[in-house]
């Protein structure tokens, strides 16, 4: 099956952690044979206390340009260690630094089709590189690597499902993740999807090649989010892949959900797709005027 992710991007800041995480990148962008873009945040160096009462023209342009010389040391030195990190992959990989009081995260995510970041979020990162941030405001697929996951992402996964909107984005953002001949374990928690939704999911992975395995839990028991947990771990899945926010994040942030509690300390890899609400509240408008709605592809 061909991937139709052709470019990942990992957010990255050179932290050990970050190095691992670059790691783990470099060997899923090698699997799906896709450029890997390491964007490297940097903080710009500024000048000494005694250079910011420079006067003059002269004594200015010395300061900017020893300014200029600092950040392209900077710049290069984080260029070398992504390379070196990088190269053991064989992966296609581009450069990109960005400082942290200049950083246009639309600017960045709209080249990619997949970013990747580190949890908890790397020391050197902005809020606005957080997989929270980043699910919200992106509108590209997350992929949430633990800084202690220590193996490569080979393609077993577990399917959070509930026939939503947001769970049937994560399901055509995720097929291309799944490795040749891995299973795909799609969990249904209590009465989460309609049985007719979850046929339909599962008779369109069968179609693609993908041995998949439906599993139900009881609701009750357990919280939604530790049932997937323990899902994933008898599934020994390398991905959970779910639906972000399928509800508000504002009423989550209020009163809890799967997404919040998945990310507070996610036990391995998460891919989060998000549908933001104008566009869910558009569909469920156009339910309401029109006769049928099309279904996602699936891929």
Sequence with gaps: MKSAIHRII???????A????????????????AVLVGLCCLHRPFPSPPATFARGSG??????EDQAHQEQARVAAARETFEALVRPSGAEVRFRPCWDDELNVAAFSTDGDLLIVGHPRLPGLPDALSADQ?????????????????RDIEGRMLIAWNGGRAARQAVDDAVPL????????????????????????????????????LK??????????????????????????LGGYSRSPAIERLFGGVTRELLAAPPRPLLLSHVPTDVRETVASDRSAAPEIPRPSFR
């Design 10 to 16: 990992v957010c990255l800041d050179g932290s050990r």
């Design 216 to 241: 139900t839990v009881k609701a009750g028991d357990v919280s939604t989010a530790a049932a997937i947990i323990e899902a994933a771990d008898q599934a020994a899945a390398d991905l959970i892949v």
């Design 134 to 150: 980043l699910l919200l405001h992106s509108g590209r697929p997350v992929l949430v690597i633990p800084t202690t996951w220590d």
């Design 59 to 64: 004594p200015i342009h010395e300061v900017l």
């Design 178 to 213: 799944i490795g040749s001949g891995a299973p795909a374990t799609v969990l249904v928690v209590g009465e989460a999807a309609e049985p007719n939704a979850t046929a339909e999911l599962m008779a369109v992975l069968q179609a693609t090649d993908v041995r998949t395995v």
């Design 18 to 33: 970050g190095d691992n995480l670059c790691r783990r990148a470099a060997a899923l962008a090698k699997r799906l044979d």
